[in-house]
């Protein structure tokens, strides 16, 4: 399994940024793919998430309003619009992937649980 993550950069207090995330290398139709950060000396936290099956979301308090989780299952592809940039998004953006479904499955991702991680993409937000 392999997720590739694109789209991070630099961007001023105020501005826009999304991010990609596509999938690939497995065969299983239902999956959740999570977006997370890590700011430096900081613990992973998650963002949002979204399920393929019925393109269900779920979003963290730190990011609701700012950030929209959204998804092209044909290209097995999530993105994270992310709006009203703040310094202390500063991160690396990382998307994982749960393989399956479930009652809880969002829960899950939210909880940091996922199968497979993608390599990061630096977002950087200056002044």
């Known amino acids: 399994v392999q997720l590739v993550e694109s789209g991070g950069g630099l961007v001023q207090t105020g501005g826009s940024l999304t991010l990609s995330c596509t999938a690939s290398?497995?065969?299983?139709?239902?999956?959740?793919i999570g977006w997370f950060r890590q700011a430096p000396g900081q613990e992973r936290e998650a963002l949002s998430c979204?399920?393929?099956?019925?393109?269900?979301?779920k979003y963290a308090d730190s990011v609701k309003g700012r950030f929209t989780i959204s998804s092209d299952n044909a290209k097995r592809t999530a993105f994270l619009q992310m709006t009203n940039l703040k310094l202390e998004d500063t991160a690396v953006y990382y998307c994982?992937?749960?393989?399956?479904?479930?009652?809880?499955?969002?829960?899950?991702?939210?909880?940091?649980?996922?199968?497979?991680w993608g390599q990061g993409t630096q977002v950087t937000v200056s002044s």
């Open positions: 979204i399920s393929n099956w019925d393109e269900s979301t």
């Open positions: 994982g992937i749960l393989l399956g479904s479930g009652l809880n499955t969002k829960g899950v991702v939210m909880g940091g649980v996922v199968d497979h």
């Open positions: 290398g497995f065969t299983v139709n239902d999956y959740t």
